[in-house]
């Protein structure tokens, strides 16, 4: 009998590839996901989407009823840092309270396993390299709800027995992602503006260093985590180990295009310069990597961008905070 699984955030990027991998481990799959940003057509066949959101706590009370999930892989948030410290409200009401909708519910139908997609931005800045023995000290509200959740999951674990898996990725990029979100992931940003034709905008000086991580090394053990009891009740960074300049990215990418780079360069933002994690933990238990070097990647997902196109760059519609809000990022 095939095992009822639920993924939340199922139609967005990392979703949809841990909803392909679970349903190639055999599980029956239910995707939950408000296409807020991700797009119905990248939910694999096969799989039963339901369109709703994670903070109706109505919905997903139907849903554990209805389906008795013995696993729930949470990936459903909306992760845009920078852009967290000027929609708090909106943040933690879909980042935390949404999250707590789906522990209780898990708690109340005994689920065998909750995966949580948290993020290295709980670790804040001067903490070089992550490793998850580290104090969390996030310093912007998307890591604050994050760690939150968290910290949350081991209460109930304590409390109630729920068993729990928690990721920690950091930049990953590849196939489905949404490039025309212009507050994230910046290779898809860089990608999308190549194909219109712009310049490309960089914060800073381009300096800032990041490892940029191919989907395959973070949706691959998400998925597969739940059957390797190592993995139960531990937290692990997941994803690239070598840290590149966000300069040095721009020039990977545009050699993939053909294209000479053109940057204009924005005021800096209030970000950490320096974020890369250690992954021994990760690759101890759920042994190598891929190897997929950053060129191969970008090469991927380059041709998958070439064949869905440019699309047009979305204003978040609800700014609460004004002030300070970075360069290109104002309401028009």
Known sequence: MQKNVLVTGGAGFIGSHVTAHCMKMGFNVVVLDDLSGGFEDHIPAGARFVKGSITDHELVTRLFDE???????????????????????????????????????????????????????????????????????????????????????????????????????????????????????????????IMQGKKLTIFGDGTQTRAFSYIDDVAIPIARCVENPAAINQVFNVGADKPYTVNELAEVVCHEFGVKPDINYLTARNEVL???????????????????????GIARMAAWARKVGARQSQEFSNIEITEKLPDGWGLK
């Open 67 to 193: 389906h008795k999930f013995e696993y729930v892989y949470h990936l459903a948030a909306y992760a845009a840092e920078g852009l967290s410290h000027f929609i708090r409200r909106y943040n933690y009401n879909t980042n935390l309270v949404g999250s707590i909708n789906l522990i209780n519910e898990s708690v109340k139908h005994k689920v065998k396993c909750f995966v949580f997609t948290s993020s290295i931005a709980v670790y804040g800045k001067g903490q070089l390299p992550m490793v998850e023995s580290l104090k969390p000290e996030p310093e912007d509200p998307y890591g604050v709800s994050k760690y939150a959740v968290e910290m949350d999951l081991e209460a109930a674990r304590h409390m109630f027995g729920l068993n729990y898996v928690v990721f920690r990725p950091h930049n990953v990029y590849g196939e489905n992602q949404n490039i025309g979100d212009k507050y994230r992931n910046v290779i898809g940003i860089f990608m999308n503006q």
């Open 274 to 296: 320096h974020a890369y994690s250690d992954h021994t933990k990760a690759h101890s238990v759920f042994g190598d990597p891929t190897g997929i070097s950053l060129a191969e």
